[in-house]
């Protein structure tokens, strides 16, 4: 039929959301990023600025599609025995409903926007967010993984479950933003290093937690 919409299988759509990483979760060298944004006098800067924003909310969205897909799949493979998950599906569900409200976008070339013309002050507010946003993430995504694994054991899917952990560090907002200007914006390139490092490495410690789930729910 003309027009018409099929929905996708959920292990389909499971394998399609830990795909796309390769697309949505950048990483890039933190030091290369800092020289070339001194070589540029800031213009490389602008684009790393950019990239922080966009690999935020490509990699939120992401998630919450994963969570999506990972939720539909458990239940597939749960049908009869939902009793014996009743506590981690409940769990779950708060844990999707979170991961699509962190999912809206803040937007990369708005905040690209502000920062050209506020300066420090709009850099100043968008990491804070980030750093705030990411830390949230963080917490709410190790539980979904745990919760994950724990419902897979019990469905006799895994072997043996396991307990994730919050990478991101909880970084002092107020000690960052002080250096910075003390040092007239000199300690800002440290603060961008940190900026770009604490979530390279949040994004390679969940690779094996997403492979773990898509070979468990295959």
């Known amino acids: 039929m003309e027009g018409a919409q099929y929905p ?38 602008l684009y790393i600025l950019y990239k922080l924003v966009q690999r935020r909310d490509e990699h939120f969205q992401r998630m919450s599609a994963v969570v ?35 999912a809206a976008e803040r937007g990369a070339v708005i905040w690209l926007l502000i920062c050209i013309f506020t300066s420090i002050v ?3 507010i968008l990491y804070y967010l980030l750093m705030q946003d990411y830390v949230e993430h963080d917490a709410v995504e190790a539980q979904f993984f745990t919760l994950m694994s724990s419902a897979l054991v019990k469905l006799g899917l895994a072997g043996q479950a396991g307990q994730a952990v919050p990478t991101v560090p909880k970084r ?41 789930l898509l070979q468990a729910l295959r």
């Not at 499971?14 to 390769?22: G, I, K, P, Q």
């Not at 900026?195 to 690779?207: L, P, R, T």
Request: overall charge negative.
């Open 8 to 45: 996708v299988q959920a292990g389909t759509a499971l394998e399609y959301n830990v795909a796309a990483r390769a697309n949505t979760d950048f990483i890039t060298d933190p030091g290369i990023a800092i020289l070339l944004s001194i070589i540029t006098c800031g213009i490389y800067g």
């Open 122 to 124: 709009g850099y100043a």
């Open 68 to 102: 999506d897909s990972s939720i539909a799949q458990l239940r597939a493979k749960a049908q009869g025995r939902e009793d014996a998950i009743a506590a981690e599906l409940y769990q779950l569900e708060q844990i999707r409903m979170k991961m699509a409200t962190m």
């Open 172 to 212: 002092e907002f107020v000690t960052f933003l002080l250096l910075t200007i003390i040092t007239c914006g000199i300690y800002g390139f440290y603060w961008m290093y940190v900026m770009i490092k604490d979530f390279n490495e949040h994004f390679m410690a969940q690779v094996p937690w997403e492979d773990f």
